[in-house]
């Protein structure tokens, strides 16, 4: 089946800083998605990307779906505590069965010291 | 309040006994999915349901099954021949772009 690259897999940082994560894929999607799953948790969806190109913001959170259709990514901007959590982002395909369905990344794990 | 409820939040299951996990949503959306979360990986698709009374299988049915007789339900069962049924479930609705989820169903094999 299709297969997104989300990386890194996790990471550590400090208060205050930003933040950058990208999934790439062999295939074209024409949706991209970025979720974030807290603990115990099922997954919120951050932001939602449609076209080629499109840059989206959701406070300080910012998301671009790349040109040529196979990658997006996501920053958070000033990271404060609760930003801790999985980030997942997720491609979806038009046409035949695929339609609807969604492909996951392997999230990101994101750990924010104080 | 619009949205996704699964039940129960945690599950004990002794071997060889079948489970079922409820899923119902109120927001009118015609597809319906189960995924299975184990640790460190992401998200896999068990079954999926894009119309009442229809369903296909995702990439792990093995060991699964569903039912889709209503457009609001969309139960799982876990049945004995999983092999390896403990881990986190998901379930989540579309009307074919963003997908929302529930508060997921921890199941543990004792």
């Known amino acids: 089946g299709q297969q997104l690259n989300q990386s890194p897999q996790s990471m550590f940082i400090q208060e205050g800083e930003d933040v950058s994560m990208n999934c790439t894929s062999s295939s074209i999607f024409n949706t991209w998605l970025w979720y974030k799953q807290d603990p115990g948790e099922g997954p919120v969806l951050l932001i939602a990307?449609?076209?080629?190109?499109e840059l989206t913001s959701n406070g300080r959170l910012t998301a671009q779906f790349g040109i040529t259709r196979k990658d997006s990514f996501l920053n958070i901007s000033a990271s404060i505590p609760s930003d801790v959590g999985i980030y997942f982002c997720?491609?979806?395909?038009?046409?035949?069965?695929?339609?609807?369905?969604?492909?996951f990344g392997q999230g990101t794990i994101l750990t924010v010291h104080p | 309040d619009g949205g996704i409820t699964q039940s129960p939040k945690y599950l004990f299951r002794k071997e060889g006994q079948n489970v079922t996990l409820s899923c119902e949503q109120n927001?009118?959306?015609?597809?319906m999915y189960w995924y299975r979360q184990d640790p460190g990986q992401g998200l896999r698709l068990i079954y999926y349901?894009?119309?009442?009374?229809?369903?296909q299988k995702g990439d792990i049915a093995e060991g699964y099954s569903v039912s889709r007789e209503k457009k609001e339900s969309f139960p799982l069962t876990v049945t004995s021949a999983q092999k390896n049924p403990t881990a986190f479930y998901l379930c989540a609705s579309d009307w074919g772009t963003e997908a929302f989820f529930g508060q997921g169903t921890r199941l543990t094999v004792v």
């Open positions: 927001l009118n959306h015609d597809a």
């Open positions: 997720a491609g979806q395909t038009a046409g035949g069965t695929s339609y609807g369905k969604l492909t």
């Open positions: 349901s894009q119309i009442v009374n229809d369903f």
């Open positions: 990307l449609y076209k080629a190109g």
